[in-house]
């Protein structure tokens, strides 16, 4: 699109998240499965809930009967404990809804009197966790694969929510018939949003320093013909 650097860009798509993610939205009702994740790049060590170098989220996900799925929603968390998960039970989830989870003991106290809360343990139920809880682990399969493939798995921790949430923007629209709607959804919600700056997107400011030397600039006079290609037109620069 002829933009002038990287930084531009990623504002600019981040600013879109921004907007996704303060914008209101109508909690998940229903039958809904609870569950957490680990994101991250594949790491050796432990594996499963604490995990080293790997985001715990928490992901909730409709129930369509007789088959299928509804919305979703993914959120960072720092823990799995039982205040924490019904934090993002509240803010995600209609009460008065059922919620069908694992034997984590953390969900009792999270749910407590707000929702129905059916419980399966995953030992002792002769069934794998994503038999039990299929919603959960298919948004998880698809939003970790979304992250590796499109963005080749190079986000930040600090701003994974934001690739969240822009992942769940697309999915929970994924069925919609007039996609000019989701462009207007887009453009709806980035008129509602305060402005920000670019000092404000970024979450540090300062990276660490890795001990290795800089790259030598880039330089356009020494580079093959094969690389030399028509620079696009903007219009919006006229």
Known sequence: MGFGSYPTVWAMLHRFRG????????????????????????RPGKRGRGAAGKTLVAVAVEQL???GFGRCRIQVIPNAEADTLRSFLLGNVEPGSTILTDGLSSYPLAAGDDYVHQSTPVKGSGM?????LPGVHRVAALVKRWLLGTHQGSFSTDHLQAYLNEFVFRFNRRGSRARGMLFYRLLEQSVA?????????????????????????CSTKNAPTSLHVEIPRSPWRR
Do not use: W, Y
């Open 19 to 42: 907007a996704i993610g303060h914008a209101e939205h109508a909690r998940l009702c229903g039958d809904v499965e609870v569950d957490e994740a680990m994101v991250g790049g594949a």
């Open 65 to 67: 009967h007789p088959k």
């Open 128 to 132: 794998d966790a994503h038999e039990l």
């Open 193 to 217: 949003m305060h402005p920000i700056s670019f000092q404000d997107l970024v979450a540090n400011p300062n990276p660490r320093k890795t001990g290795h030397d800089p790259a030598p600039p």
